[in-house]
Antibody, heavy 120, light 113 residues
């Protein structure tokens, strides 16, 4: 059974860096890509970017200048860093898996999400 | 970016009745090379992450009840629930994965009348 679990600080100050981790268990192979997706409270979904276990990445152009996604295959962890955060970055952040259904962007497994609030 | 627009924003349907949600993309999500529509539907219940229901516009994901169906092509798509059950109360999102970045509709909230 595939499980994804996000973790990290729930509160980040404006202008600082948001850092989250996603621990993956139960199902990972070379077909899979790992995305971060966020959802502001009461709003819709925004794809942030993905990484392949080989290290290849693709980011949403709207966030590309501030985002870094990395993978530690030895720990089965995917990480997200988002710099220079503002209140607009307040959201539930999800990690999600794709690749089994023939697209980088079809997300068949999701973590439960973690709420990050940007506030001083 | 491709803009996805869903209608209606909210919908109330009686138990056992049909529910239909529409999704329109700002440009076609059909790849002529493989004749596939790069359109998915997700269901999100309160406090839960989204769940993939349908992809390639009409293929149900594993374990999804057959009362859920997807249709449409090009720029216009529909998610239909043939007989609404209480557990179907959720927000439904369409998503295009034809072009990067993938983008989602604003969501349609489905409730029981």
């Amino acid at each position: 059974q595939v499980q994804l679990q996000e973790s990290g600080p729930g509160l980040v100050k404006p202008s600082e860096t948001l850092s989250l981790s996603c621990s993956v268990s139960g199902g990972s192979n070379s077909r899979h890509y790992w995305s971060w997706i966020r959802q502001p409270p009461g709003k819709g979904l925004e794809w942030i970017g993905y990484i392949h276990y080989s290290g290849g990445t693709n980011y949403n152009p709207s966030l590309k200048s501030r985002v870094t996604i990395s993978v530690d295959t030895s720990k089965n962890q995917v990480s997200l860093k988002l710099t220079s955060v503002t209140a607009a970055d307040t959201a539930v952040y999800y990690c999600a898996r794709s690749g089994d259904t023939g697209s980088y962007y079809l997300f068949d497994y999701w973590g439960q999400g973690t709420l990050v609030t940007v506030s001083s | 970016d491709i803009v996805m627009t869903q209608s209606p924003d909210s919908l109330a349907v009686s138990l056992g009745e049909r529910a239909s949600i529409n999704c329109k993309s700002s440009q076609s999500v059909l790849y002529s090379s493989n004749n596939r529509n790069y359109l998915a539907w997700y269901q999100q219940k309160p406090g839960q992450p989204p769940k993939l229901l349908i992809y390639w516009a009409s293929t149900r994901d594993s374990g999804v009840p057959d009362r859920f169906s997807g249709s449409g092509s090009g720029t216009d798509f529909t998610l239909t629930i043939s007989s609404l059950q209480a557990e179907d109360v959720a927000v439904y999102y369409c998503q295009q994965y034809h072009s990067t970045p993938c983008t989602f509709g604003q969501g349609t909230k489905l409730e029981i009348k």
